[in-house]
């Protein structure tokens, strides 16, 4: 009877209640893990922003206080120095002048007598008519009414005004002892063209902080996600079968911590992997004693079939000769396979003539009359390779053609400029796109050769077909036939140096 299955995505599990009781009944383990959204920058490129937007707000900060303060501070002091030499120059006007005598003359070596830090321009009037007189292009209309009224009125005043674009600042004082008036017209064009350039320096020093906040902020998170990078070189390494990777230790007490519980999870999983490993290989050892047996007496049952009395008897021989071959045929799978695992697979590399080794493969296999298209740039070449996996793996590629995919139609061996590449062609339904990877999973067959009513495979050809070609650093893969035709073209290529020279060796030339 079979047990029911967690999952038949891809393969069937068997239910951990039902195999082990024990497990039933304790409380199911929950893992607890912070839910993070997946941010649209990374990790390193938010600490770098934020860096930036930091240096960049301080340093905006900063300008714009210093250039409210300095501003204020240089138009209050130039104000307040254009107005203590207007007063003066006011009070000069008014001892010079005489009411009842003032004219033309008197107003023009009166004027042309004051004294001056900076360019200006007075304007001098009488808001009875009598009289006026300027040493400037504006006159009356130049000053605002407001201002004009209050100075009539007999109270300073200062304001600043733009005429023609051009900033002035106007000073009002009135001439009580003469009835006059008197405006200054002072020029702050150099005032703005002075803070003009203060802002431009400032805006260049926010520019240039900001650029130091990023590179700053670069240093930073690299220097910081240094020790995660390692934790992912070393996260890449377990996954590649290299258990015994450990970090490094580490001063920092806060990464220290991440150190210790990653090695300590590598520490973990090593030993688990090493005592399933172990499990494994000692199961198909423990296994292969008893089956040999069990062969052997099922042969000598197959030798006197045709003396049994009834057909039942002979059928029930043929279905545990084929079972027991299938079941040799799993432990040596498992067997292998443990010995991937445990990594104690090696290359048994001797000198091979590709074209002769895949005609005696295919030769030696279930399906001997598969067509063979060799090329011809490798006849006579020798290439250096294990030849017990190099035929393992042919033969691999025929039974699963074979038993999923309708029969191999062809089988192909290429040369390429960095290797050799063999291929073999089925006329079955395909393999779909997503099921392409999932194939050379172990005791995954894929959806097709699921829905295949007595198939005998169990899913462990192409995982080792995967492994040996992986030992060798080939790689393999599936693929639609290049004809067009409903298909599968499972495709392997092998690394070859074909400028170096191969060394003599004993080992038999295939």
């Not at 930036?52 to 300008?63: E, F, G, H, N, R």
């Not at 004693?289 to 007496?297: E, I, K, N």
Request: hydrophobic share 40%; with cysteine; net charge negative.
């Amino acid at each position: 009877m079979s047990s029911p299955c967690v999952d038949s995505a891809t393969s069937c599990r068997p239910d951990p209640a039902l195999t082990d009781p024990v497990a039933a009944e304790r409380p199911a383990r929950r893992t607890f893990v912070r839910r993070v959204t997946n941010p649209r920058l990374g990790l390193r490129a938010r600490i770098t922003l934020a860096f930036t937007l930091s240096a960049a707000l301080l340093s905006t900060l900063l300008a714009g206080t210093t250039w409210v303060l300095t501003r204020e501070n240089i138009v209050n002091q130039r104000e307040s120095s254009a107005t203590r030499q207007a007063f003066r120059n006011s009070a000069l006007i008014s001892g010079s002048l005489d009411r009842r005598t003032v004219d033309d003359k008197q107003l023009r070596d009166s004027l042309n007598s004051l004294e001056s830090d900076s360019p200006s321009r007075a304007l001098v009037l009488d808001r009875s008519g009598k009289w006026t007189y300027q040493t400037t292009a504006f006159d009356e209309k130049a000053i605002p009414p407001k201002m004009l009224d209050q100075v009539d009125g007999g109270q300073a005043s200062r304001m600043r005004i733009n005429i023609d674009g051009t900033p002035e600042l106007v000073i009002g004082i009135p001439l009580p002892d003469v009835g006059g008036l008197y405006f200054e017209f002072v020029s702050l064009a150099d005032t703005q063209s002075a803070l003009e350039s203060l802002s431009a320096s400032l805006f260049g020093a926010t520019l240039v902080t900001t650029l130091a906040g990023a590179a700053l902020g670069w240093w930073a998170s690299r220097r910081t996600l240094r020790p995660l990078a390692d934790v992912s070189v070393a996260a890449e390494a377990i996954a590649g079968g290299r258990l015994d990777t450990r970090l490094g230790a580490i001063d920092d007490p806060d990464l220290g911590v991440l150190v210790t519980s990653f090695n300590h999870m590598a520490q973990v999983l090593e030993e688990r992997m090493d005592r399933e490993g172990r499990f494994a290989s000692d199961v198909s050892h423990e296994l292969r004693s008893p089956l040999m047996t069990l062969s052997a007496s099922i042969e000598v049952l197959a030798s006197r079939r045709d003396d049994m009395p009834d057909a039942s008897a002979q059928a029930a021989v043929d279905l545990m000769v084929a079972d027991v071959a299938r079941f040799k045929q799993l432990v040596e799978d498992l067997l292998e396979i443990s010995r991937f695992d445990a990594g104690a697979a090696r290359l048994d590399l001797s000198e091979i003539r590709p074209g002769e080794l895949v005609t005696q493969s295919v030769a030696w296999s279930q399906s001997p009359d598969v067509p063979i298209e060799l090329d011809s740039d490798l006849a006579g070449v020798l290439i250096r390779a294990d030849k017990r996996r190099i035929v393992r793996v042919i033969a691999n590629l025929l039974d699963n053609a074979r038993k999923y995919g309708g029969g191999a139609t062809k089988i192909e061996l290429k040369r390429l400029a960095e290797g050799v590449q063999i291929a073999v062609e089925d006329n079955g339904p395909g393999v779909p796109t997503e099921e392409r990877e999932l194939v050379f999973d172990r005791f995954s067959r894929g959806a097709g050769s699921n829905r295949r009513a007595g198939s005998e495979g169990v899913g462990l050809g192409l995982s080792l077909v995967a492994e040996h070609v992986a030992l060798h650093k080939g790689k393999v893969w599936v693929e639609d036939r290049l004809d067009g035709e409903p298909g599968a073209r499972f495709v392997v290529e092998l690394p070859v140096a074909w400028d170096e020279p191969l060394e003599p060796m004993d080992e038999d030339i295939a």
